[in-house]
């Protein structure tokens, strides 16, 4: 079992990343109707930066190329604790998207401003492993948001926010079992389209192991292994591209 302090950790770290079919202040007259479209999600790694898949990125710039709206619809969603206890809504706009150059990376990030401190009280970066030490049977957790919009909305109505905590374990590490730096891990979770770019964390202290890009027919998640070191390498690889005008 999850322990409650470590599920809301996480879960205040984990967003919906998607868009909105219309402007924000029309959105915000009616959070309750489905104008925030899911397509994937991602985790806080620094304080306004988001981790996800590159095929969420992609994702993102296609369903733009779809339907001509804006660079400023695209949006992330988090579920936290407002200053009374009760779970907000807290939507910020993205600011910058990319992934990363190298294609063989399915590694994306975006990037955000905080506006009113006070909705990121309880908001804050997931902690990455150091090293690699992955076991198979090791029990793992999954947050994220399995069917995006759809398992949200009920009669066309917004009816229930935030992502959904899975626990599973590790069946298998890739290239084989045994090896000390795996190169993908396959999880025993029910998967589904809109979980790509969740973390995958150890249900005892809610550090990241890996993030869930994947799945075969809804049965075996599949997830790229992360150290705290992987990932600050890409952050910086992600720095030098947006300054360069690359991403």
């Not at 389209?193 to 809804?218: C, K, L, N």
Request: contains cysteine; proline residues 6%.
């Amino acid at each position: 079992m999850i322990e409650p302090d470590v599920i809301s950790r996480v879960r205040n770290g984990v967003c919906a990343v998607g868009f909105l079919t219309l402007p924000l202040d029309q959105y915000l007259q009616n959070t309750g109707s489905p104008y925030f479209q899911v397509v994937g999600t991602g985790f806080l790694v620094r304080t306004t930066t988001v981790m996800t898949n590159r095929h969420v990125v992609e994702g993102l710039l296609d369903e733009q190329a779809n339907y001509g709206f804006p660079s400023s619809q695209f949006f992330l969603s988090f579920i936290a604790p407002s200053q009374t206890g009760e779970l907000q809504i807290i939507v910020r706009m993205v600011r910058h998207l990319a992934a990363l150059s190298n294609p063989s990376l399915d590694v994306g990030f975006a990037e955000f401003e905080i506006v009113h401190e006070e909705h990121f009280r309880e908001i804050a970066p997931l902690d990455v492993a150091a090293s690699i030490e992955l076991k198979v049977t090791e029990e793992i957790g999954v947050c994220g948001y399995p069917y995006g919009t759809a398992m949200l909305k009920k009669d066309n109505q917004i009816y229930r926010w935030g992502p959904v905590v899975q626990q599973g374990f590790i069946s298998s590490l890739s290239p084989f079992d045994t090896v000390s730096e795996p190169d993908e891990i396959l999880l025993d979770v029910r998967t589904a389209e809109g979980m790509s770019g969740a973390p995958i964390f150890r249900p005892s202290t809610g550090e990241v192991i890996g993030i869930h890009h994947s799945g075969w027919e809804a049965t075996t998640g599949l997830g790229l292994p992360l150290t705290s070191k992987k990932v600050t390498e890409w952050l910086e690889l992600y720095d030098n591209q947006r300054n360069k005008g690359m991403a």
